[in-house]
Structure formats: structure tokens, C-alpha cells
């Protein structure tokens, strides 16, 4: 069964740090994309970052560039979101992604293109 398990989401002060973990087991998605997506009460889910299967290529939205960094570590078939300068707007539950080619080009921003997701973990960032 392939699972994929967020971890490190928690409650922490505006202009603080967190680091999400994507845990995944059951297959290996050493040559799958990754993604960070999250959803706001209220809100459509929405992307955060895509990391390629190499991990070269990395993509960001303008709200978190050059406050987040997606990464990923093949042999332990995880991936990473470090998050700084956490801001209030940033509360949201956070899930994790793989998608669902084989070497895909281009890491794809888009829900749709994600075949398998975690069950998400809850970051909360106080103003």
C-alpha cells in the first residue's frame, strides 16, 4: 500500500521556522516529482513548491519564494519543506504530493497532475 506521511506541521509565531517532512513508503518515488500543497479554511487547495525526480528543478509560488525551500532526499524516499519567516497567511493544513510520470520534465504545479497524497499536517502561524 503506498502511503505518504506529512510530519513537523504545529503552532509557531510569526517570522518563525518550520520544516515539514513527506514520508513515503510502499513504492519508491525516486524518479517522481514531488509537491507541497496546502488549503486554508474556506479556501481551494493551492500549490506551495514542486521538486523535480533529480532534484534540480524546483518550482515556487510568489507567496512563499524565497521564504520556503522544497528538497528531497531519494534514498530515504522523503521530501522536505523548510519554511521560514512563517507570516499568519501561511496557516493552512499542508500536504504532500507525488506525481504520478516517470521523470517528468517539469515538476507539475497543478492538483490534478498528483496521483498519490498524504493526509496532510496543520501548521498554524500567530500573529
Known amino acids: 500500500q503506498v502511503q505518504l506521511v506529512e510530519s513537523g506541521g504545529g503552532l509557531v509565531q510569526t517570522g518563525g521556522s518550520l520544516r515539514l517532512s513527506c514520508a513515503a513508503s510502499g513504492r519508491s518515488f525516486r524518479w517522481n516529482a514531488m509537491g507541497w500543497f496546502r488549503q486554508a479554511p474556506g479556501k481551494e487547495r493551492e500549490f506551495v513548491a514542486a521538486?523535480?525526480?533529480?532534484?534540480?528543478?524546483?518550482y515556487y509560488a510568489d507567496s512563499v519564494k524565497g521564504r520556503f525551500m522544497i528538497s528531497r532526499d531519494n534514498a530515504k524516499n522523503t521530501a522536505y519543506l523548510q519554511m521560514n519567516t512563517l507570516k499568519p497567511e501561511d496557516t493552512a493544513v499542508y500536504y504532500c504530493?507525488?506525481?504520478?510520470?516517470?521523470?517528468?520534465?517539469?515538476?507539475?504545479?497543478?492538483?490534478?497532475?498528483?496521483?498519490?497524497w498524504g493526509q496532510g499536517t496543520q501548521v498554524t502561524v500567530s500573529s
Open positions: 504530493a507525488a506525481d504520478q510520470f516517470y521523470k517528468s520534465t517539469y515538476p507539475p504545479t497543478r492538483p490534478g497532475s498528483y496521483e498519490y
Open positions: 521538486i523535480g525526480w533529480s532534484g534540480d528543478t524546483t
